[in-house]
């Protein structure tokens, strides 16, 4: 019998204590479990790990930027000591391709992102220091007065791991402690990330409870700690219904919670983008909606045109390419039960299946690539149910009327993470444009043009984020460094406060010769 | 008989439709009610609020940034030609003295800060543009998908106005539309605001429902109202209950909202403060707890010291102080309810009142300067209840047995908005500072050291704001442009929009010249 695998709680790799439960990871090509078993933690055992990440609030503070930054760089290092090992087990729990998928992309893809992380750090300015030298009061963000709790998706075994992806690195890059929860589809993964990271920790001298790995706990037990007194933040990507549970408990409890819940991603497609470019179009939306099985956040699951002859055509291109491209393994059974709800809700609000729309006797977790399609008034009858996001290769094509009637599609959206308008490549769409695009725009985080919304560049630029339900403030981005590191953050005022109290980034002097701070209206890099 | 003062709607001046009630003002200083009469607004009459001010969510797109800035200018200058009138009322209304406070600090801070935001404006550095000119992706905070709900509070009836205060000032900024709801104890003053802000809407040709004004509504229809679809997000300042309750209703629908909501604003005085200057501490705090009649909400409600012979000297000047400052009106019967269950919640827990402790018997609403102690072994058996704020120059001071106690005490503490030391002018305090300092950082927006928190200065490096349960969010300030625009906003990213749909703060050419864009990871007022 195998033992059970220890968690990391206080610098310290132990046995579980009277866990609730016990799980295995699933290997979703062959619906099998796999042979590592991994404790449910009891509520006693996240206590242990709360009071720890408490402790080492006030001992980060003694740290500095650059220690964190050195870090940062270390453990990317060390991922990279580790990727057979890491590619192997999450190719083994996810069923995600080794090549390019993990090995390629998104294995890179986190150690870029621990690497600009740790350069943020460094550089500073990712704390916004604001003076005003007439006053003497200055103020920038700082870290928060608990640990940050991190839920993974089961989608990014790498870039999203709740102790090596885009949360940990912003949350660790503003001087917090981290407490991470492994998804469920991928204990083994990020097990070997939390060794990396904590002899990381080790290596650099860093407080011990820095960094803390639970794999599990019982809901009711998560929703106790997003809301408990010592917790400083969280950060959840996962099913909107689970993100919606915990945003209310922690709410209730006034703790910050950046949740990426859901996304429909629509795409509307302007008449003119089609009498141009039609197969040039539809193959990219096709491209976009079958990446890594349609399991992506910004996956279109919408699009929306004018009914008429080229949109038709246009249609049946889709399908055809649809029947065409292979359909991957979906992570998880649970995910195979929800796309089968949300489409059985689409059809009983009126949408049409034309391909696809069950399971594919594969012997792995399967579903059909799938279209669907309804018309613009039957959408508008029920906007919010046809909204029901499918976390495959599942697409609703709405038809509408009329320019008039699918500006009035955009404006029933819910919030979601990105927006796409097609057009035409010169004029022709203009108006178009300008009547879509106000809607639009305050509906999604990112707007696209004539690109589609799957693949997200982390730029300072990005806004991985959006209006709620697809987050739940459409004021922060999940992706892109300096911004999301702000999440994890407080403003920190210090008014008439002694120069050798302030932090460095207050400092008169300038800490670094290179931080931007924003002096008296100005932004510079200079001292004062 | 009076009518009843019409509302703004849409751009009319109206009655009330089928009002849910009635409500006049009542003059604080002789507990009187004013004579005239306002409605209590039904949830149809809001509803039609709600529609005009998202209509005018699109129309405002329309708008530039410098005519809004128009707007804010005209205003500020209707509001000087106002100002016999507005001072009169508002003097009737809350019983604040006409000299120095409305006339030669309220007023001008206010018109200040419209003129400020006028300035943010038209400079367009507040939206942080941050460009990534290699991939063309680009951001900015822009305005947000619905009207910007503002409830005014009841203490500084110009500043923090619902219709011409911070709020307001920050959420037109940024592009907004708002619905102002007077705060009840000053719904004349908010009129005469509300006629100069719609005039300078017409003057401007500005959508009409950009500003609208009800005064009153029932509390389920301000729950209603928070959570509704249409709605952008909400400010609230004012008391914890009714606070907390709009944040539940807010957050359940995933509609942003920004408390200020209660601060007890903690002064540690260190001992060597003493040794070097206790009178003058003494007098200093004395005015800062006396000031407005101790209705600021940075007002000093929570003092520690070390239980030793200076600290016993020191809180008997501050007695002596406290009987010989007058007590000034309070703003309402409420707030003397409300005070008086704080105190008595205290003294439940231990604090016993050494001086005052009861209304005063003036004609109007007073309460005796109050000044409680415990010590700090009591006060570590129940924090939390003797963390009740009392809105009026009311203090309790805690003594700690020694320098671990008090450490223990900072500890315990809830968010505030601010947090003092007091600290020998030499370095005679350092180690004892370098104790209290991390525990209380964490726990408020603004540190100050050898000063007194009341008097928010209105700089871009202010935080007004801090952790839970002072505000709803650590992250955010309600005071200091540019900062506080960003509250009401989304983040808007672009990525592959082409050059003319990009609004002109995303353009490669700089849109004035001087705004600062974060490009390619440089802050700059170059063109791309």
Redesign the interface.
């Known amino acids: 019998m195998t033992t059970l695998q220890p968690v990391l709680i206080d610098g310290q790799w132990k046995q579980a204590q009277s866990p609730a439960g016990t799980f295995s990871a699933v290997n979703p090509a062959a619906k099998a479990p796999l042979k590592d078993i991994y404790p449910i933690s009891s509520f006693t055992e996240v206590g242990l790990a709360l009071a720890a990440g408490h402790q080492a ?2 001992e980060l ?1 003694a740290v500095s930027a650059d220690e964190i930054a050195r870090f940062l760089d270390i453990f990317a290092d060390m991922i990279e000591a580790r990727s057979p090992a890491l590619i192997e087990m999450a190719h083994l729990e996810t069923a995600l391709p080794k090549e390019p998928r993990l090995q390629s992309v998104e294995l890179p893809r986190t150690t870029d992102q621990l690497r600009q992380a740790a350069q943020a750090c460094r550089d500073r300015s990712w704390c916004r220091a ?3 030298t007439r ?1 003497n ?3 920038k ?5 608990g640990p940050v709790i991190i839920f993974g998706p089961n989608n990014f075994p790498f870039a999203f791991n709740s102790i090596a992806g885009g949360d940990f690195a912003a949350a660790i890059a503003a001087g917090n402690p981290v407490i991470a929860k492994s998804n469920p589809g991928h204990p083994g993964t990020t097990k070997i990330f939390a060794e990396a990271a904590f002899e990381a920790v080790q290596k650099n001298g860093l407080p011990q409870a820095m960094v803390q790995l639970l794999y599990h706990f019982q809901p009711e037990d998560g929703l106790r700690l997003v809301a408990h007194p010592l917790v400083g933040a969280t950060a959840f990507t996962g099913s909107r219904p689970s993100g919606l549970r915990l ?2 408990a922690a ?6 919670i950046y949740l990426e819940m859901s996304s429909l991603n629509p795409v509307f497609i302007l008449p003119g983008a089609l009498k141009e470019r039609l197969d040039l179009v539809a193959k990219e939306l096709v491209n976009s909606c079958t990446m890594g099985a349609g399991q992506f956040c910004t996956k279109p699951g919408l699009v929306v045109l004018i009914k008429e002859k080229l949109s038709e055509a246009f249609f049946q291109a889709v399908k055809r390419y649809f029947q065409e491209a292979p359909s991957g393994f979906l992570l998880s059974e649970q995910l195979l039960s929800a796309i089968k709800a949300a489409i059985e809700k689409m059809k009983e609000n009126g949408a049409e299946i034309v391909i696809g729309g069950q399971e594919f006797h594969k012997p792995g977790y399967c579903f059909a690539n799938t279209l669907l399609r309804v018309s613009g008034d039957t959408f508008l009858e029920n906007p919010k149910a046809l909204q029901t996001e499918a976390f495959s290769t599942v697409s609703l094509f709405v038809f509408a009327q009329d320019m008039a009637q699918m500006k009035e599609i955009a404006a029933s959206l819910e ?1 979601s993470l ?1 927006g796409t308008i097609y057009s035409h490549g010169q004029t022709e769409d203009e108006y178009s ?1 300008g009547l879509i ?3 639009l ?3 999604v ?7 589609m ?1 799957t693949g997200v ?1 982390v ?5 991985h ?5 697809a987050t ?6 999940a992706v892109g460094i300096p ?1 999301s590191i ?2 994890f ?10 120069p050798h ?1 302030l932090p460095l980034e207050l400092q008169d002097k300038n800490p670094t010769g290179r931080t ?1 701070r ?1 002096i008296d ?4 890099q200079r001292d004062i």
């Open positions: 609030v006030t503070r604001t003076i005003d006053l009061i200055r103020s963000h700082g870290p928060l007065g945003k209310e709410d209730k409890a006034g703790k910050p919030g990105t444009y695009e106000p809607m725009r305050c509906k985080g990112r707007l696209l043009n004539d690109k919304p560049a730029t300072p630029a990005m806004n984020g959006g209006p709620f339900p739940g403030h459409p004021g922060f981005t911004a702000l999440r953050t407080a403003l920190h005022c210090y008014d008439n406060v002694r109290r931007w924003l209206g100005e932004w510079t």
